[in-house]
């Protein structure tokens, strides 16, 4: 009989990792370098790599180091193992310009909460950068400044600030990489943007990756679909499953004349309601930006750089026991939305594209993940998969002196997602059709 474990883990208030701006130290990136696809195969499940727009990325590497242009390489983030894959890439291409490339990686400094004690060690040895959505650190700040201006290598960044889950659709992007390039246009430097795309596909082929999703939905859900030949209707069959079993755990009344991506965008209203009321926060307009808070005060409970002053009685133990509880109460809370927000029955039913249903069904297993307690960690993910890394033509940023400071930012980020978008866009027609064109 198979044991099985429950994803449910009520952790303790712990002490916050040290989140340090360090420098690129030889040695790690050769130790990453080395280890790099022994990594990508056992623990991200990538068994290979291919670089599609050779002569952009070249270009826009050779610009740089030439010292003629600053960089920025703005990554679609669409799978956790995004990052990874990219630093790999980057790090086994060939010398340019006499410089071994490199890339100084934004993470959001909530991933250690997750990544673990290994990753606080080695990101800084990285040269690696940790920011805050919506959050202004000087530190970072003057960092991320002297990068952008003089540093030795590109900064990477993902623009659209988390992971999205949709290879054909770019979401609302932040405005960072357009203030970075700005930063730079200030100073009278030429600044690119180098866009990234990233496209997997599965061991085995879509159909059998959707049979294999379907079994797991059935098995963790308790529940059969009705047929599952007809993929894209078993998947729609799902949602409205997966809908009724959320309407069930956070009560939420959908009238059933409403579309289901209607009724999918009141949930995750509802949910996000529920959450920021056990915060005692007072909402937003957007999704991402309420998301974004709960995260922050989730993780300010979960991990305290005080923890260690406050054991000084049981009263005191007790109490931060419940404060964990209330953490983790708020982070599922905000876990769920995140992963309701990209579940959109439409991304399927304008194309039939089986890629696209094999990305729906894994956020819907990731919804029903959520939901036991589970974290973006915790996330399935098909072993044996290859990941198609496109690299776009690279676009110059310049600045106009017509403009104010935020117009110029917005118009920096209207080009970031019209370049994303194209990528995007050209990658899905190249995998389709199996003709390897250049965007």
């Given at each position: ?39 990508l195969q056992?623990?991200e499940?990538?068994?290979?790599v ?17 010292g003629d ?14 990052a ?5 890439t980057?790090?086994?291409?060939p010398?340019?310009q ?11 400094k ?10 606080a ?20 700040l ?14 990477a ?11 054909g659709?770019?979401?609302p992007i ?39 999703i ?19 209707s078993a ?101 769920v ?10 991304y ?11 990305e729906?069904?894994l ?18 993910s ?12 690279r676009?110059p ?43």
């Amino acid at each position: 009989m198979l044991k099985q474990t429950s994803r449910l883990c009520i952790d303790p208030v712990r002490e916050a990792y040290p989140t340090m701006i360090g420098s690129l130290r030889p040695f790690m990136r050769n130790f990453v370098r080395l280890v790099g696809p022994h990594y990508l195969q056992l623990f991200e499940g990538v068994k290979g790599v291919e670089r599609l727009g050779e002569d952009h990325y070249r270009g826009a590497l050779d610009a740089f180091y030439r010292g003629d242009e600053r960089l920025i390489i703005a990554f679609r983030h669409v799978m956790k193992e995004d990052a990874p894959a990219l630093m790999y890439t980057l790090m086994n291409t060939p010398p340019v310009q006499g410089h071994r490339p490199h890339a100084h990686f934004l993470y959001g400094k909530d991933v250690l909460n997750w990544a673990g004690r290994k990753a606080a060690m080695v990101f800084p040895h990285l040269a690696a950068v940790p920011v805050e959505n919506h959050v202004i650190n000087s530190e970072s700040l003057r960092t991320l400044k002297d990068l952008v201006i003089n540093g030795e290598h590109p900064i990477a960044l993902a623009p659209e600030a988390q992971v999205t889950y949709h290879t054909g659709r770019v979401a609302p992007i932040s405005h960072g990489s357009a203030f970075l390039a700005h930063l730079a246009a200030q100073e009278h430097r030429k600044v690119s943007v180098l866009p990234v795309s990233l496209y997997y596909t599965f061991d085995g082929g879509y159909q059998q990756t959707l049979q294999d999703i379907f079994q797991r939905w059935e098995t963790r859900c308790g529940l059969t679909l009705s047929q599952k030949t007809d993929t894209g209707s078993a998947l729609l069959e799902a949602t409205e499953k997966t809908l009724t079993l959320l309407c069930e755990e956070f009560p939420c009344e959908l009238p059933r004349e409403l579309s289901l991506r209607k009724r999918l965008q009141l949930m995750c209203q509802s949910v996000l309601d529920a959450g920021e009321s056990l915060a005692g926060l007072s909402g937003g307009s957007r999704v991402i930006d309420r998301v974004f808070a709960l995260r922050k005060s989730g993780n300010n409970i979960l991990w305290n750089k005080d923890v260690k002053q406050r054991h000084g009685s049981p009263l005191s133990s007790r109490l931060l026991e419940m404060e964990a509880l209330k953490g983790h109460l708020i982070l599922r809370h905000e876990r769920v939305a995140d992963i309701l927000e990209y579940i959109d029955p439409t991304y399927i039913t304008e194309t039939n594209d089986p890629h696209r249903e094999c990305e729906y069904g894994l956020n819907l297993l990731d919804l029903i993940n959520r939901m036991e307690g589970g974290t973006i960690n915790t996330r399935y993910s098909p072993k044996g998969k290859q990941v198609s890394v496109l690299f776009g033509e690279r676009i110059p940023l310049q600045a106009s002196p017509d403009l104010t400071r935020k117009e110029q930012i917005q118009r920096f980020s209207q080009n970031i997602h019209t370049s994303l978008s194209s990528i995007s866009y050209a990658h899905e027609q190249i995998m389709r059709t199996g003709t390897c064109t250049d965007p």
